[in-house]
């Protein structure tokens, strides 16, 4: 027992560090429907905004805490609604979801942007970090300790106060609902929301400083892994109660801290399964809450006035207009191709190459986002799946990568296949916390396994492995891997293509429109899930084994759970509705990072910025910005081509959105 | 056996959300071919009782049997593939489809010979044969000068139309419109209780119907089930129940 109480007690601080921050999701989730992702970028944001102006200012810690947990982080969840949340309908889970995400990736690479000194450890409020105050069945508690819980416990307590007594709880509860309906009964539902989101935003940045004493430097990393154990503790109480929540926080941390002590430092368990442990919990909440299985998609009474998504703009532009773009498609693709084989600088080849790698990858959230209608945040790690196992291969059996890659994609789908069953009867927010808790499983297991991952260094180097160049034809060290990548993506763009074509494409559209209708039509939604989980890891393995020949090494930090989410941040800003969002997506991804490489070193993660800005704009254009740019310049050369081809009609197809284009042209025409 | 008995036959139906029974102790059969209006006031169960034929909820106590055989256990698309199509209350299009995906997809669905390798090898294109059955449907429910627009960009009405073609392109033995009038005009109305007598009598369709426009009840359906809080009140021609004083009661209240 004093055994137990000695390796428990320690983890109650952590605990209650994660207890903030899981209040605050339930908070938020409840208040706004927003299940906000960022939390964790603004918990950082606090931390290094409060150290910065202690090392580099000189403030004092009182007015340095003001500043960053009082002023700045609620301001900043008040910017989050203004600005972003308060403008996506309800309904609309999707971009709730992918607008939280984007801002968990681009705001801690905008900080590093902006503040790119690294800061030691900040002080502990109030408490003196090295005093002992009390021992607790053996386990001291130091200043740190004494904060972490002391404050926990006073603000969770005046929550509770103050949702309890006063009426704003029960309006919070009409905002979820539907905002624009509780507006109709009178009550002012924007500043009831955007109370919720600085008392939500002012917890995170609580937690933030609370707990940035207990790592050497303040660093982003340390706040996602207290942002998943939060979102654990917040799906135990299935979103709902606050108390539950703040509850299963502490006991993650105390469960944490136990089996460390018990478990053998060197075992699988306590390298791989132990960090994986809040990500086990919310597998298991999700799996096994009923709660969590019935999380209802929030649905506004009041959806049906928003207006429709205007149709793609290859759909409704005119035939002569059509056949020139895609003249202009190939004269650009045959001037790449050509490029690559003569011209182009050796190091710009090797960029474009992963861009095409990156394509491939990319075209997997095209499947299961785009096609599939389902938020995958584990793209990444399936990728991972495929790019190990072909390079396993490679390095055990000699197996080329080439055929590796066939051996890994299917491994890919297995696994995914695998992700599928397990989430049945998940989907939106449930499924993509899903995703992004096997993702994280994958990442614990083959960053701290040798013998999987290769460790730190990776698996590899993969140069002498022969990738496998069809019959050894190719010169490796000519343009043979391009032609390789090349052909790959070809392959498998023009794969996706014919199955969007297809009934396939067809049976998930309809389930995508309405899953009650498609069911009654006779289509297994079941079977549909599994089959498109399937492709889109198939897809993921074979992008991830690219990536990792053009590499020469397969390392795990290429297949964090960062990139998931980031791979998804990109996609949806291009537009992840068509083969090109993808591909576009890509070749942008690596041009920006190519082009930054040139830049100062802070620079560095200014990409991850640039398309997290963009994704924010998923909710006004959720076909993507590219997309929405392709129809409004359409717009503008319509009238031109009307003059160059008289008589020339829209396609079938466009009686709905197109007569404004086809109105502008005819005003035009006539002027 | 299954010839000669009822098409769908309801023995003892009930359905309770917590405390309160939405559907009590429902016994009815809708023949083949026959035409069947199931009518009640709001909030009498009849959209629960769809819900209960067609698997998107499970009655708690009672048997539905299709054709002689029990649909217990068996999910909304096993359902609709043993012939049970529907539309509902609220509108449920397909969004970014024109008209004639809808009816492609329903017809797709129902014939089953869509498959992955198919759709890689480009054996997917609509053959003609699908195309004729797909113009015939439209046609029949007035829809074909709207074949290629996008739903998105129809009035509830054309989305009702829709709903209704498309559970017509799946060949079913038995149809459940759930209230396909609202939001129709009358001339709307009129043709679409054209349409529903013409799919009853030239393609033996059954259907069940359930309606507050009492006119177009009595316009198509052969019988009438009376449905009020959950209880069958009254069931036997549209005259006789419309004469039954519980209905009365029903609809018209105490002072009546």
Known sequence: MEQFLGFAVPGIPYGCTYALVAVALVLTYRATGVFNFAFAAQAYVAALLFTALIQSAHFSEWLAFVIAVVVVSPLLGLAFDRLLFSRIPNSNNMAKLVTSISLLVGIPALMQV?????????????????????????????????????????????????????????????????????QLDGVNAGGVVAVAWVISSFLAGFAGILLAPNFGQVQAQPFLTLMVA????????????????????????????????????????????????????????????????????????LASVDPPLP??????????????????????????????????????ESVLNQGLAFSTLFLSITLITGMGGQLSLAQAG????????????????????????????????????????????????????????????????????????????????????????????LNPNGHALFLATFSVLVVVTVAILMIRRGTVGRLLGATRGSETAAAGIGINLTWQRILIFALSGAVAGIGGTLLVIQQGVANPQQFNYVFSLAFVVIVVTTGVTTVEGAIQGAFGYVIIQKLLGYAPAQFANLTFVLFAFGALTYA?????????????????????????????????????????????SEEAVRG | MAEQGPLLALRGVAKAFGGVSAVQDITFDVQAGESVGLVGPNGAG??????????????????????????????????????????????????????????????????????????????????????????????LVGLSELADTPVSALGLGHCRLVELARALAGEPRLLLADEPSSGLDEHETADLAAVLRIIQRDRGTAVLLVEHDLGIVAEVVDRAVVMDLGNKIAEGTFAEVMEDPMVRHAYLGQSV
């Not at chain 1, 502990?124 to 021992?135: A, D, E, L, R």
């Not at chain 1, 740190?144 to 819980?149: F, H, K, P, V």
């Not at chain 1, 129809?631 to 466009?654: I, T, V, Y």
């Not at chain 2, 009816?103 to 390798?117: D, H, I, K």
Request: charged fraction near 15%.
């Open chain 1, 620 to 664: 006004q254009h959720p076909e993507g910005i590219l997309e929405f740019q392709k129809r409004r310049s359409m717009q503008r050369f319509e009238p031109l081509f009307e003059r160059l081809f008289p008589g020339s009609q829209p396609d079938a197809g466009s009686q709905g959105e197109p007569l404004i284009a086809g109105g502008l």
């Open chain 1, 311 to 348: 149709p793609l703009a290859a759909a409704v532009r005119t035939p002569a207009m059509g056949r020139v773009i895609s003249v202009l498609w190939y004269v650009v693709l045959g001037l790449f191709i050509v490029s690559m084989l003569t011209w182009m600088p050796r190091d710009w």
């Open chain 2, 46 to 139: 009849k959209t629960t009782l769809f819900n209960c034929v067609c698997g998107q909820l499970k009655n708690d106590r009672g048997s539905i049997e299709f054709e002689g055989r029990s649909l217990r256990g068996l999910p909304t698309y096993k359902r609709a593939r043993m012939g049970i199509g529907r539309t509902y209350q609220r509108a449920e299009v397909f969004a970014d489809m024109t008209v004639r995906d809808h009816l492609m997809v329903a017809e797709r669905a129902r014939s089953r010979t869509g498959r992955l390798w198919k759709d890689l090898c480009n054996m997917s294109r609509p053959t003609d044969e699908e195309c004729e059955k797909v113009e015939g449907t439209m046609e």
């Open chain 1, 230 to 301: 939060a979102i654990a503790a917040a799906a135990c109480a299935a979103f709902r109660s606050m108390a539950v929540a703040a509850v299963a926080a502490v006991l993650i941390g105390v469960a944490t801290f136990t089996l460390q002590g018990y478990l053998p430092t060197q075992s699988f368990l306590f390298t791989s399964i132990l960090p994986s442990l809040p990500f086990l919990v919310l597998v298991g909440a999700l799996l096994f809450h009923p709660g969590m299985r019935k999380l209802e998609q929030a649905t506004d009474p």
């Open chain 1, 114 to 182: 902006f503040i790119p000194q690294n800061y030691y450890a900040p002080p502990s409020i109030v408490f003196n970090p090295n005093t002992v105050y009390f021992t607790l069945a053996g386990a001291p508690f130091n200043g740190l300790d004494m904060s972490a819980i002391v404050f926990t416990a006073l603000v969770l307590f005046a929550m509770g106060v103050m949702m309890r007594l006063t009426p704003l709880g029960l309006q919070m509860r009409g905002a979820v609902e539907s905002r624009r309906l509780v």
């Open chain 1, 382 to 473: 399936l990728a991972g799946v495929g790019a190990f196992t072909a390079a396993q291969l490679a390095n055990h059996l000699g197996i080329p990568m080439m055929a590796g890659m066939l051996v890994g994609a299917a491994f890919a789908a297995a696994v995914a296949v695998l992700l599928a069953v397990l989430s049945l009867r998940l989907r939106g927010l449930g499924l993509a916390l899903m995703t992004l808790g096997a993702a994280l499983v994958f990442d614990n297991i083959i960053q701290s396994s040798q013998t999987l991952g290769g460790g730190s260094g990776g698996l590899g180097p993969m140069n002498n492995v022969d990738w496998g160049s069809p019959f050894g034809l």
